[in-house]
């Protein structure tokens, strides 16, 4: 940043904090009417930034929540399943009632990683596509429950 472009933002600053009530970021102290770049309570140094309107992070989020629900009922099921069959060999549930569960925690978990490393991506999607790709979150976590509950029954 050379020396007109920082004179050019503080005079936007002073523009900008005028007439507002804006907290300082770290302290809170309020800077309307500043006229220096930092904030005279605490110091710290302030600057006007392009943020997003609307942060999208709402199907990321409940993305993650939809795969959680998969991977806490493939995961619960499948330990208390596990420790049932240790506990009585015989007369507890088959070896086949494990297969959805484990088939659906590796799947979901899969997922949930593929989804977090997917973050920015799913940001940028259009809103529709968005609704998808969380429906799918979902679908995927019922779809292994399904099939659990079909052959438990
Ligand atoms: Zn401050």
Redesign the pocket.
């Known amino acids: 940043m050379d020396e007109a472009d920082r004179a050019a933002r503080l005079e936007f600053l002073r523009t900008f904090l005028a007439e507002r009530d804006m907290p300082?970021p770290?302290?809170g102290?309020n800077l309307r009417a500043l006229q220096a770049g930092q904030?005279p309570?605490?110091g710290?140094e302030v600057e006007v930034t392009v943020g997003l309107m609307e942060p999208r992070m709402g199907a990321f989020v409940a993305g993650v929540g939809g795969l959680a629900i998969g991977l806490g009922f493939n995961g619960l099921l499948m330990a208390w399943i596990g420790w049932m069959m240790l506990a009585r060999p015989r007369s507890g549930p088959g070896l086949e009632i494990m297969l959805p569960l484990i088939v659906g925690f590796v799947m979901t978990a899969g997922a949930l990683v593929g989804w977090l490393k997917s973050r920015r991506r799913i940001r940028q999607e259009t809103f529709g596509a968005r609704v998808v790709l969380v429906m799918l979150c979902y679908g995927l976590s019922f779809g292994f429950a399904a099939w659990f509950f079909a052959v438990a029954r």
């Open positions: 300082c770290l302290c102290y904030c309570e605490c710290s």
